[in-house]
C-alpha cells in the first residue's frame, strides 16, 4: 500500500524502551512525527537520528512529538538511545507489521547491491491521524532541518 498526503495512518500499536506502547489511537488529539529507517547505530540511520535530535527542541516548540521506528529490539533501541542521548522515543517493530503497513518495506539498493529493507521515510501527522506531509528523499545528516522546514511549510 502506498500512502499519499491527505490519508488516514494505518493502525499501529508498538512497544518502546519503557515496555509501554504508542498506537495511532494513543496519539490522536496531538500532532507528530514518524521516522521510519533501517537499523539502530549504522552510519546513516545514526546521522539521521542524530540530526532530529539536534532539531528536536525547535521541532518540539512547534508542537510536534516525534517516534523514531526500526525492526530493531527494545533493548537495541535502548542502547542507542543512550549512546546519542535522543529526548524522542523508538518504537519497535520486529516482525515488521507496522512498517509493511505504510508500504516501507521492499526492495531497494544497498551500496550497489539489491537487498530487502526499510524505506527510510517520514510522515507529519495532525491531530486527526492525517498524514500531512510525506518525506521520502531523506537527507540523512540533514533530516532534522528537512524535517523543521516541512513543519514551518506547513503554518
Known amino acids: 500500500m502506498v500512502l499519499s498526503k491527505g490519508d488516514r495512518i494505518p493502525n499501529f500499536e508498538l512497544e518502546y524502551d519503557t515496555n509501554e506502547t504508542v498506537s495511532n489511537k494513543s496519539l ?87 537487498i530487502v529493507g526499510v524505506y527510510r521515510t517520514s510522515f507529519i501527522v495532525n491531530e486527526k491521524g492525517i498524514i500531512q506531509s510525506i518525506i521520502s528523499k531523506v537527507k540523512t545528516k540533514d533530516h532534522g532541518l528537512q524535517l523543521l522546514n516541512e513543519i514551518k511549510l506547513l503554518g
Not at 540530526?51 to 512529538?65: H, P
Open 28 to 114: 490522536l488529539g496531538k500532532k507528530f512525527i514518524l521516522f521510519f529507517y533501517p537499523k539502530d547505530d549504522s552510519p546513516g540511520c545514526t546521522k539521521e537520528a542524530c540530526s532530529v535530535r539536534d532539531n528536536f527542541k525547535q521541532i518540539s516548540k512547534l508542537g510536534y512529538e516525534v517516534y523514531g521506528i526500526s525492526p530493531d529490539s527494545i533493548k537495541k533501541h535502548k542502547k542507542f538511545i543512550e549512546k546519542y542521548e535522543f529526548q524522542y522515543k523508538l518504537l519497535s517493530d520486529p516482525d515488521k507489521k507496522t512498517i509493511e503497513s505504510f508500504g516501507l518495506w521492499g526492495p531497494k539498493k544497498f551500496m550497489g547491491r539489491e
